[in-house]
């Protein structure tokens, strides 16, 4: 195959932008069209260049690389979205699946696993980091430790949508500030987020929150 893959990549931190596309520029087959820093500056480049291939972070100022994600798979259904963090992987891996996005990346992942990234873009397959591999069953059902909220942490998170203080809940559950914070990086950890913004725009799209409206 020759075909040219027309590339933007997505990322707020210049010196990280510069070394992905000079890292993407060396690679045959992939143009960059681009470097923006945010969720809307990307979706003008989208509409105005129509790249076959998004290179995004998923930390971005305003909004999460999953927001922007989804809004690229609405509007852009044939784009390819190589998700690109810094941080921790295996708590992206379901969601990611759910979006269809093409492959999960580490930001230290060099030029080697970058090109084999595309190529398994090029011929329909999607790749994933063994980390995130090792927890997909061959049944098709995902790891159940992870991600897993018991009923404490669902009613604490039940409370901050309905815009409950950490003195609120506190009081709610007979318990300290301190010990709501607690549970708060609990729940963080296990949704695979790291503020209470990315934890409240993940809960709600949870079939937790879904069920707890039915009861309601």
């Known amino acids: 195959m020759n075909q040219v893959m027309k590339t933007l990549i997505v990322d707020d931190h210049p010196l990280v932008a510069d070394a992905t596309r000079a890292l993407l520029d060396s690679i045959d087959r992939i143009e960059v069209i681009g470097v923006v820093s945010n969720g809307p500056q ?7 260049h129509q790249p076959g ?3 995004l972070d998923y930390h971005l100022p305003g909004q999460s690389g999953m927001v922007v ?6 509007d852009y259904p ?8 810094g941080g921790e992987l295996r708590g992206l891996y379901q969601k990611s699946i759910e979006l269809g996005i093409s492959g999960i990346l580490s930001k230290e992942a060099g030029q080697q696993t970058i090109t084999n ?3 398994c873009m090029l011929d329909g397959y999607t790749m994933l980091p063994l980390s995130v591999y090792k927890h997909v069953q061959l049944n098709g059902e995902f790891g159940r430790e992870e991600g897993v909220l018991n009923g404490d942490e669902q009613f604490i998170m039940n409370l901050i949508v309905n815009g409950a203080t950490y003195e609120q809940i506190a009081e709610q559950i007979n318990t ?8 708060l990086r609990k729940i963080y950890e296990k949704l695979g987020v790291r503020s209470k913004v990315e934890a409240l725009e993940k809960y709600i799209k949870s079939p937790y929150y879904s069920s707890s409206q039915r009861r309601e």
């Open 42 to 48: 990307c979706m003008e480049q989208i509409a105005l």
């Open 53 to 55: 291939l998004v290179f």
């Open 69 to 74: 994600a989804a809004q690229i798979r609405r």
């Open 78 to 85: 044939h784009t390819y979205i190589v998700l690109f963090t």
């Open 117 to 119: 990234m595309v190529n």
């Open 176 to 183: 300290s500030k301190r010990t709501v914070e607690n549970y």
